[in-house]
């Protein structure tokens, strides 16, 4: 599994898990599932079951902060008691701006690509444009 429920440590204090989750780890599980289920959405030049199935120290490091901050903001919108939102609500935009920045082909995140049956390139990302349009004077 990429994320673990443990794992979500490093974003929010055990205690705090406790409190929202009431006992019931389903939930958080199921934000993080929704959290991968989001980040893949924007990753699909990228060979997705290759980054994802990734363990431990072969997992992208940013891929998992920024899925991590997706899936806390997921989990808090069930309770915002003691929590401060504001912040959570920053980081999570700050992740989907990079995945759009991924998707656009702004960023490269070092993940694999996905590759097609030949074994080439299968992303089909293709870049377009022109240069400014130039007016001439006399």
Known sequence: MFLTNEEMKTHLYAENIKVIQRDDETILTAAIQ?????????????????AFGAVG???NPLLLI???DIAVWHFLILCNAGHELG???KRYNQAIAWFR???KGDIDPDLPVKEDESGGNAAGIIKFGSNPKKEQHF
């Not at 929704?34 to 290759?50: H, N, Q, R, S």
Request: net charge positive; proline share 0%.
């Open 66 to 68: 920024w899925v991590k």
């Open 87 to 89: 912040l959570r609500e």
């Open 34 to 50: 929704g959290a991968l289920v989001e980040a893949k959405g924007y990753l699909k030049a990228y060979d997705i079951d290759k």
């Open 101 to 103: 920045g991924v998707q």
């Open 57 to 59: 120290n072969e997992r």
